[in-house]
């Protein structure tokens, strides 16, 4: 059997295709709902115009976000039973324990109040409906964390027994599985990653519509939350991939060696920024390396030993039997930069972009011309950055907005393609998950059908946000600035339209 047709590797593909396409909304969702939040709890604070405009500008690209992320999201969970029937029944009791969690207390959050927060704007005192938005943002963190528990425990499998008789995992310490190190820090570097790509989407929208000098005050407000939260989310992202990097080490020492295609120990070894040459083979003709960088890295010492390929391999044949331990060296190497190389680009543009804004450099100014009843507002010119200079930051701030995006997908191939050929790393091996009854031509037939699925939705998708974002924040009515003071709202009219649907 050829085995780039074997289920095993078609069953792995499929499952990547999907899983990175779905986890496209997933940071997003994340942290769009927290800053829809934000910047709605700015306008009940404040009753400032600019805040309800954006939040409701926001509110619809994250909406538009989140439908496609459920949508999507329910094809992992037919693949278990399709393509992955033995992992399944062997890691079931425990694998489905966080999940059940997921389902049970994060989804019903997210579902319940955003129905509330959706049709609640004309209905609901404006605190109460503010209320709702931040359940739906601690609803979307709480199934982010339990689900990467999950994948936490088979990167690291914790609070389990092996039952011999019955042939699966079963749980025994389900508090374990939730707050050891590998699911805390593995949690924390994808929240902060999350925060990170929806705060260069906000500068990559705003960007737009500031270039095009329409809706500056609601973009300039935007803007600058949107470079705050690159900052923030960038820094926490390097420290808490730092603090995910040193306990992969100990626990996926063959990742770790794969990541810098070390083929051999070495004593302090060097991290290579860059490679010319087959690293599949060890033929690493140019590398552009910083000496010592990683064995501080993986032990907070620039002097200290660490493991190549060759040694984890003896080591592992040791401990689990004869075969071979290794991933695919090559994109364990190139993943590992692009997701480091795509994030930290994001993180500059937004600490440059801070530092223009902060200068006035790039934002423009209104002035306020007449004594009419509502003022006329006139555009002044920026200070001299230079029309080209300020145009092409526009159009790199634009950009920047998929840089993230590509980090969060390579970030993920290199987790799971690091780990094989282990499903749960130490426990499973992957070629003893797969569906045994599965054909190829099954596997092929439903990774077509999937694939175009996702085709399909991604065409909606760029339209439906494509749409609103030229349309831009929305203008208000009376009742959007005058919110109901009780619950029901203040209107008696049954024929009354809903006050936030598109």
């Not at 209104?366 to 029309?387: M, N, S």
């Not at 290199?414 to 426990?427: H, M, N």
């Not at 203040?490 to 809903?498: E, H, I, L, N, V």
């Amino acid at each position: 059997m050829d085995l780039a047709l074997a289920p095993e590797t078609l069953a792995r593909w499929q499952f990547g295709i999907t899983t990175v396409y779905h986890f496209l909304f997933v940071p997003l969702t994340i942290s769009l709902a927290a800053l829809t939040a934000g910047l709605q709890t700015a306008w009940v604070r404040t009753e400032k115009e600019k805040y309800l405009k954006a939040t409701k500008f926001w509110g619809k690209l994250f909406l538009i976000n989140i439908a496609m992320g459920v949508v999507t999201g329910i094809v992992q969970e037919f693949q278990f039973g399709m393509n992955w029937s033995d992992y399944s029944r062997f890691v079931g009791d425990v694998f489905g324990a966080p999940l059940a969690f997921e389902a049970l207390i994060a989804f019903f959050f997210e579902s319940t109040f955003i129905g509330l927060w959706i049709f609640g704007w004309d209905k609901l005192p404006k605190k109460i409906h503010l209320a709702c938005i931040w359940m739906v943002s601690i609803g979307t963190i709480l199934s982010a964390y339990f689900i990467l528990a999950a994948n936490s425990w088979m990167q690291h499998p914790v609070g389990y027994r092996i039952n011999e008789a019955r042939g699966r995992a079963e749980l025994t310490d389900f508090w374990l599985v939730l707050t050891q190190n590998t699911a805390l820090a593995q949690g924390f570097h994808t929240l902060s990653a999350a925060f990170l790509t929806g705060g260069a989407f906000m500068v990559g929208v705003s960007a737009l519509h500031l270039m095009r000098k329409k809706h500056i005050r609601e973009m300039k407000t935007s803007l600058r939350l949107g470079l705050v939260t690159v900052a923030i989310g960038g820094l926490l992202t390097a420290v808490s991939g730092d603090t995910l990097g040193k306990i992969m080490y100990e626990q996926q020492p063959m990742k770790m060696a794969a990541a810098e295609a070390l083929w051999d120990g070495e004593k302090p070894a060097p991290f290579s920024i860059f490679a010319v040459g087959d690293v599949a083979e060890g033929h690493n003709e140019v590398a552009i390396e910083i000496p010592g960088l990683l064995s501080f890295l993986a032990k907070d010492d620039f002097s200290s030993y660490v493991p190549g390929i060759n040694d984890v391999n003896k080591a592992e044949q040791k401990k689990y039997g004869p075969g071979d331990y290794r991933p695919n060296i090559p994109v364990a190497y190139w993943g590992f930069r692009w997701m480091i190389g795509f994030g930290m680009a994001s993180f500059t543009v937004g600490l440059i972009g801070l530092w223009l804004t902060r200068k006035k450099f790039l934002l423009p100014r209104h002035l306020r011309v007449g004594d009419d009843e509502v003022p006329h507002l006139v555009l002044l010119p920026h200070k001299a950055l230079g029309p080209k200079l300020t145009k092409l930051y526009w159009r790199i701030a634009v950009w920047t907005m998929v840089f993230p995006l590509i980090a969060n997908s390579w970030g993920w191939i290199f987790t799971e393609t690091g780990r094989q050929p282990w499903a749960v790393y130490g426990v499973l091996r992957t070629r003893d998950a797969v569906s045994p009854g599965v054909s190829q031509g099954e596997i092929i037939t439903s990774m077509i059908v999937f694939t175009t699925l996702y085709a399909i939705l991604a065409v909606i998708e760029v339209k439906l946000l494509v749409k609103y974002i030229k349309a831009g924040p929305p203008e208000l009515t009376e009742a959007d600035l005058n919110p109901p003071t009780k619950i029901g709202g203040d209107s008696r009219d049954a024929d009354k339209p809903m006050a936030f649907s598109y």
